[in-house]
């Protein structure tokens, strides 16, 4: 049975993952991705970091500060770069 508890401290994770969804969409649309390439990425890597999120939990739930801390970095750096592209584009 899975215990809700245990994926709390990677909550931060899983809003700003979904952000950086967002952003890396955006950043396709920017670059005239081909939608249906990028959708199908997307979706494979979102299934793939279900997983290892499923499964890796236990392994990382103590190192789960300094996850939340070099995701939220790295979140934000691509939301830059992406901010930084669209600009140059228009």
């Known amino acids: 049975m899975v215990n809700l508890r245990d994926y709390a401290q990677f909550s931060g994770l899983l809003i700003f993952g979904n952000i950086e969804n967002l952003i890396l969409a955006s950043q ?3 670059a005239h991705v081909n939608p249906y390439i990028l959708g199908g990425l997307s979706l494979i890597l ?3 970091w279900f997983l290892i999120g499923t499964y890796g939990t236990k392994m990382a ?3 789960a500060d300094y996850i ?8 934000i750096i691509l939301g830059l770069q992406s901010m930084l592209e669209a600009v140059y584009f228009f």
């Open 28 to 30: 396709g649309a920017v």
């Open 68 to 75: 939340e801390i070099i995701g939220g970095v790295a979140i």
């Open 46 to 48: 979102v299934i793939i």
């Open 61 to 63: 739930i103590k190192y």
